[in-house]
């Protein structure tokens, strides 16, 4: 692997997640959950009311204050992540400057050199990554399984709990070096294959129940391992079909006499493809391609009933459940530049 040292790729992919979870991509979504104190208020509103019930008697000067305190907890949450946000703004404005100028400079090179024959790109297929990465296990995560296997390279895990909340990603990694001495313009697709299993359930309660959320996309960023300026990797500007969603599931229960609210969903070979389109590598420099699921998760009302449940298998021997990421195949649009004549 000429000119790419793995050791060191972790050490920068380790330093690099931090950051980019705090600077969201364009074009993903948050999801604000509530603080504990405004849970906790919560469960003494339902034992207020569960007291009313049972002792005929209400403070409704005490109630009222404590809805008031829920919701300026809300609103202190809320305009703290609306401040994290805007601190981000530079961040974006940045690297969206950059994205555009490679852009730029992709339609330049398609301009000035030789062209291969429409649909007749030369294709690079790696059909291997060089390393599969998953979080460590905890209580409610089991640790990832992997297999790197050409065309069939897969991970496994599972994720099964009923309070709490977290996060998770789960990546397989290739890498491309272009030989040449002169940059290429190049398309790169790719596909995850899931079999599996996931649910968001939230029980019942008194008045009201449980809320939980679980969100999973799949996602192909591209690495400009050359570029290294800020002492990470830089990344071209996101394109649309870099990113797809996997399950956006928000579960609400109700009272008594209210069923517990389920949103489940199986897959069955399952594929979500993701490209991206005139990505320009020069030459001798090497790109880095890391195709992932990224999970979250949260129960933000109450949790820990015995109806309350967030469940993501790809694991089950039973079902042959697993994340595959067959390849990442590199198309090549240009050839080298045209000889001056002189």
Not at 32 to 55: C, D, H, I, N, Y
Not at 64 to 88: P, S
Not at 180 to 204: E, H, W
Not at 215 to 231: A, F, P, R, V
Request: hydrophobic share 35%.
């Amino acid at each position: 692997m000429d000119q790419l040292d793995i050791d060191e790729l972790k050490r920068v992919l380790t330093a690099t997640e931090p950051g980019r979870r705090e600077a969201p991509p364009f074009h993903r979504v948050s999801s604000l959950s509530a603080p504990a104190q405004a849970t906790t208020l919560r469960q003494s509103v339902e034992q207020l009311l569960k007291s009313f019930g049972t002792k005929a008697g209400l403070d409704v000067e005490k109630l009222d204050q404590m809805l008031r305190q829920i919701q300026h907890e809300e609103e202190n949450a809320f305009a703290k992540q609306v401040a994290e946000l805007a601190k981000q703004s530079s961040w974006n404005a940045t690297t969206l400057r950059h994205g555009i100028e490679e852009k730029r400079k992709a339609h330049e090179l398609l301009n000035t050199s030789r062209i291969i024959p429409p649909l007749v790109p030369t294709r690079i297929v790696l059909d291997k990554p060089f390393m599969i990465w998953g979080p460590p296990p905890t209580v409610d995560r089991t640790a990832v399984e992997s297999n790197i296997e050409s065309m069939h390279s897969s991970l496994k895990f599972r994720i099964d709990t009923n309070k709490g909340g977290g996060a998770a990603e789960y990546a397989f990694y290739f890498f491309w070096r272009n030989d040449n001495d002169f940059p290429v313009v190049v398309n790169v697709d790719t596909s995850l294959i899931l079999t599996g299993f996931c649910q968001a359930k939230a029980g019942r309660g008194i008045f009201s129940g449980d809320a939980c959320f679980l969100q999973i996309y799949s996602e192909l960023l591209l690495l400009e391992w050359w570029d290294q300026t800020n002492g990470l990797p830089a990344q071209p500007v996101p394109e649309s079909s870099q990113m797809k969603y996997v399950v956006q599931f928000s579960s609400s229960a109700g009272g008594l006499g209210s069923p517990p609210d389920n949103k489940y969903e199986h897959f069955f070979s399952a594929p979500f493809d993701l490209s991206y389109t005139l990505f320009t590598i020069p030459g001798k420099s090497v790109a880095v391609f890391y195709v992932h699921l990224n999970l979250s998760y949260n129960f933000t009302r109450g949790g820990g009933d015995i109806n309350d449940r967030i469940a993501v298998d790809f694991k089950s021997p039973q079902g042959n459940y697993s994340v595959i990421c067959p390849s990442v195949n590199v198309d090549i649009l240009t050839g080298p530049p045209p000889r001056v004549q002189i």
